[in-house]
């Protein structure tokens, strides 16, 4: 089980390339079971998530060839509709299979999904999507699904998920007729995905709204695609330089995909920032103070669909938020066990009252001490992993693996930062 040690205090500067992003790296490599052709992405994030992913893609029958952060896919030989359980239980990412596998088999057994547990993760939406395109769906210690022939169909979403959205346009490519998705999610990955759909051949409108029309082809194409850069990592890093007071300039990255974290979020807590064409950067020398609500009243930072502020940020956003000035509420609507990492937390230092499962107050600033953590998911990890650079004195962070689930080499490029981080194991 590998470990970080931090030394805290240091502050967090320089300049940071975003890898690509892990949320659309996923739903693109389930992709490749679409097309008998080749299909080559470029950008990948070599996280653990992905290298899982290809795991299973392997497993199945897909040939695969990864060099860098460039990986060739070709599923011309995949067999079989049922993927590896033991694979699967390690990355949620696996249900995104079941679309893809679907247009190829007439049936397909899929093992239930491993991940973070952050609370109830329901998987209703994808299958009442797969039933309207005239699938059946049945449940016995993991989920069959078959179809013989997947048919267009109008279906409003019950919630915007964006792995149900995912994975019904990717069925609905293949399936007779139009598709209509009403709610869809229309997050920048969801876009990058439908891009990549359409230079295979898919035809695809409404990309960037929460409203998708599809009209499935008879066959789909290879091609190749740069997988967009990942603005939860940006946020990441960002909020890690300015809890440490810090400054840091992100290259290469798309504004409309970072503008809503920054502007529904860290600018509340006092964060302000510059935008060079494609670069964001954050000035050093801040003095970090909540933007009170209109009479004084405390702010609410709270998540929600695209372009809300996204729930795999809100964590480190409370983590920033104990070095700010201020008091602030933090509404998570999306996962019941999100929150649960701020118990490490106030143990550090942090002044935070944690009302219910789903909202917290923190008041600020507040000096955090070094001290023995584990990290529970992905970006509980990676908050609890800034509150260890910005705390006074040694922290240690256990079961680190799970933030390289989401986080390629962070603590290297932590390092390049600035940052006196090392792992073991």
């Known amino acids: 089980m590998a470990k970080f040690i931090i030394q805290g205090g240091n502050k967090l500067s320089g300049t940071i390339t975003p890898v690509g992003n892990k949320n659309a790296a996923l739903p693109m490599l389930a992709a490749c079971l679409l097309t008998d052709e080749k299909i080559t992405l470029k950008n990948l994030p070599l996280i653990k998530d992905v290298l899982v992913m290809l795991e299973v893609l392997e497993d199945l029958g897909v040939e695969v060839s990864l060099k860098k952060h460039s990986v060739e896919l070709c599923a011309a030989n995949v067999k079989t509709g049922k993927p590896n359980p033991a694979l699967c239980k390690h990355v949620r990412g696996s249900v995104l299979l079941a679309g893809p596998l679907m247009t190829r088999f007439n049936k397909v057994v899929l093992p239930p999904p491993g991940g973070d547990v952050i609370g109830r993760r329901r998987l209703d939406t994808h299958f009442l999507g797969f039933r309207a395109l005239g699938a059946e769906v049945s449940f016995n210690g993991g989920f069959e699904i078959k179809c013989k022939n997947l048919k267009g169909a109008e279906l409003l979403l019950d919630e915007a998920s964006v792995t149900a959205t995912e994975n019904i346009l990717m069925a609905a490519t293949r399936a007779k007729g139009k598709t209509k998705i009403y709610h869809a999610a229309c997050e920048p990955h969801v876009q990058d995905l439908c891009k990549l759909l359409v230079k295979m051949g898919a035809q695809i409108e409404g990309i960037g709204t929460n409203c998708l029309v599809v009209r499935g082809v008879s066959r789909l194409k290879g091609t190749t695609y740069s997988i967009g850069p990942d603005f939860m990592e940006a946020g990441s890093f960002l909020a890690a ?151 006074e004195g040694e922290s240690v962070i256990d079961n680190a693996q799970m933030i390289d689930r989401g986080y390629e080499g962070i603590e290297k490029r932590l390092q390049r930062l600035g940052a006196d981080i090392v792992r073991e194991g």
């Open 241 to 391: 330089a300015a809890a440490t007071k810090g400054s840091l300039t992100l290259k290469g990255m798309r504004n409309d995909s970072v503008y809503p974290v920054m502007q529904h979020g860290f600018a509340k807590l006092g964060v302000e920032w510059t935008v060079d064409k494609n670069n964001w950067i954050l000035p050093a020398k801040q003095k970090f103070k909540v933007i009170d609500d209109a009479g004084a009243s405390v702010p609410k930072i709270e998540d929600g669909p695209w372009p809300c502020f996204p729930s795999d940020l809100m964590s480190v956003a409370i983590v920033l938020a104990t070095q700010v000035n201020g008091s602030v509420l933090f509404f998570e609507k999306m996962f019941e066990s999100r929150m649960y990492f701020v118990d490490r937390l106030i143990e550090m230092g942090a002044k935070i009252v944690q009302c219910d499962p789903h909202r917290v107050v923190t008041v600020g600033s507040s000096q955090l001490r070094g001290s023995f953590l584990t990290s529970p998911d992905i970006r509980a990890g990676m908050a609890l992993l800034i509150a260890a650079l910005c705390a």
